[in-house]
């Protein structure tokens, strides 16, 4: 989306280059949410009765 914001064609090269730094700023904050996702747990603790308490995020 951002890259598909229109730039004034008579700038002085300024509106791209910002809208650059946008895109690659959202395409590294994409990843790191994508990579996230993935599940990751810190810790379980297992209980005696034989459940378990994970300790951290937890993907699905």
Known sequence: MVLE???DSAGSGREVYE???AAARWTR???RLEAA????V???IDGAEGDALHIGRLGG
């Open 37 to 40: 996702e993935t599940g990751l």
């Open 42 to 44: 810190s810790g379980r």
């Open 19 to 21: 809208r650059d730094l």
């Open 5 to 7: 914001s229109p730039v």
């Open 29 to 31: 904050e994409a990843r």
